[in-house]
């Protein structure tokens, strides 16, 4: 039988424009918070999936400083 879904998963999709992505989710009704700025070089936001997964989206500021 399937198990319930693990509280440390999470999904990453990488995009060009995350203030984009933020507004869109937050005119479906999504809850947003504000972006985190990381030392690597990337912006990036976490949701809360409603089967209490993280979905996390990211763009870098660079992309020469892709990993």
């Known amino acids: 039988p399937p198990r319930a879904a693990s509280a440390r998963g999470s999904l990453a999709f990488e995009g060009d424009d995350l203030d984009a992505a933020r507004r869109r989710l937050a005119a479906a009704g999504t809850e947003v918070p504000a972006p985190h700025d990381h030392a690597e070089g990337f912006r990036e936001v976490v949701l809360a999936a409603p089967d209490g997964n993280r979905i ?10 892709r990993r």
Do not use: G, K
Request: avoid cysteine; charged fraction near 20%.
């Open 56 to 65: 996390r989206l990211f763009h870098w500021a660079d992309p020469a400083t």
